[in-house]
């Protein structure tokens, strides 16, 4: 149970890696636009004469994305495990 909860929180801990990446490079691109990144967040840049703003949000792709991650990491491992309980 304890390697799975580890492996859990490794996996959690790549999804919030490329999630911060995906974050800022999306938050530093000056596009007056509405945009859905990579991993599911929801940006709005607006500028006026007084200034440029950003409104954030999540979609419910952010929840497919992070379960798909962790589908993905622990699937990888159970099947690196077998492999190597196997041999």
Same mark, same amino acid.
């Given at each position: 149970m304890q390697k799975l909860i580890k492996q859990f929180s490794y996996a959690t801990l790549l999804w919030v890696i490329v999630f911060l990446i995906d974050y800022g490079v999306e938050l530093f691109q000056v596009i007056n636009s509405e945009r859905v990144t990579l991993m599911?967040? $929801?940006?709005?840049? *607006?500028?006026?004469?007084?200034?440029? $703003?950003? +409104? !954030? %949000? !999540?979609?419910?792709?952010?929840?497919?994305?992070?379960? =798909?991650? +962790? !589908?993905?990491?622990? %699937? *990888?491992?159970?099947?690196?495990?077998? @492999? @190597?309980?196997? =041999?």
């Open positions: 599911g967040l $929801y940006i709005k840049s *607006t500028e006026d004469s007084s200034g440029l $703003y950003t +409104i !954030f %949000g !999540f979609t419910p792709k952010i929840i497919w994305v992070y379960l =798909g991650v +962790i !589908f993905i990491w622990c %699937g *990888t491992y159970y099947m690196i495990m077998r @492999r @190597r309980n196997k =041999g």
